[in-house]
């Protein structure tokens, strides 16, 4: 299968830590990409790879992988940080698949 | 840095054609080195992927709608486009176009996106 899981939400109190996760099948293959996205605007890019940021992302975003599980961590959560979070991948055949989104609060 | 903007109908008839164009700027769609994509999101949340395209008209298109869609490039213009035929209300959603490199997943940057509404 070439799903990815995510819980659905999230929540975290402001200045804590959270860690969002993804699991599918394409993830013992590939790295897991991470996206946030506002409402009302495109997604953006905040992880990929091993633990790649892209630039003007904040160092409080982090990744990791282990098997067949991808994971997003924010230190020191933010109001900011409020948004609906997705992984992706793709798998050996080059589909690109999605998660379902987490929707992180920040409390 | 590179942006990439969607236009086409937001209104689109059951049955007929949505045709989406999208325009990239700062940067040259034929220089090569990543390959161009379509991923639609429905009203409350998933994200779909569609399909991509090459600077040099390969492409590659999800399974699941394959059979429905056909993606070109224009280089001249520093364009490319989707066409989704057969179109019904489930394919009412956000169109978004997003760039990404060759034999990857990344997708950065992204269009805006644009709302294609599928009614009569």
């Known amino acids: 299968s070439s799903e990815l899981t995510q819980d659905p939400t999230v929540s975290v109190a402001l200045g804590q830590t959270v860690r969002i996760t993804c699991r599918g099948d394409?993830?013992?293959?590939?790295?897991g990409s991470w996206y946030q996205q506002k409402p009302g605007r495109a997604p953006l890019l905040v992880i990929f790879g091993q633990n790649n940021r892209p630039s003007g992302i904040p160092d409080r975003f982090s990744g990791s992988s282990s098997g067949y599980t991808t994971s997003l961590t924010i230190t020191g959560a933010q109001a900011e940080d409020e948004a609906d979070y997705y992984c992706?991948?793709?798998?050996?055949?080059?589909?690109?698949?999605f998660g379902g989104g987490t929707k992180v609060t920040v409390l | 840095q590179v942006q990439l903007q969607e236009s086409g109908p937001g209104l689109v008839k059951p049955s007929q054609t949505l045709s989406l164009t999208c325009s990239v700027s700062?940067?040259?769609?034929?220089?090569?080195?990543?390959?161009w994509s379509w991923i639609r999101q429905y009203p409350g949340k998933g994200l779909e992927w569609i399909g991509y395209?090459?600077?040099?008209?390969?492409?590659y298109y999800s399974p699941s709608l394959k059979s429905r869609i056909n993606m070109s490039v224009d280089t001249s213009k520093n364009q490319f486009s989707l066409k989704m035929s057969s179109v019904t209300a489930a394919d009412t959603a956000v169109y978004y176009c997003?760039?990404?490199?060759?034999?990857?997943?990344?997708?950065?940057?992204w269009g805006q996106g644009t709302l294609v509404t599928v009614s009569s």
């Open positions: 394409s993830l013992r293959n590939y790295y």
């Open positions: 997003a760039r990404a490199p060759t034999r990857s997943s990344v997708f950065d940057p």
């Open positions: 700062g940067g040259s769609i034929s220089s090569g080195g990543y390959h």
């Open positions: 992706n991948s793709r798998d050996s055949s080059g589909n690109v698949v």
């Open positions: 395209i090459y600077y040099n008209g390969d492409t």
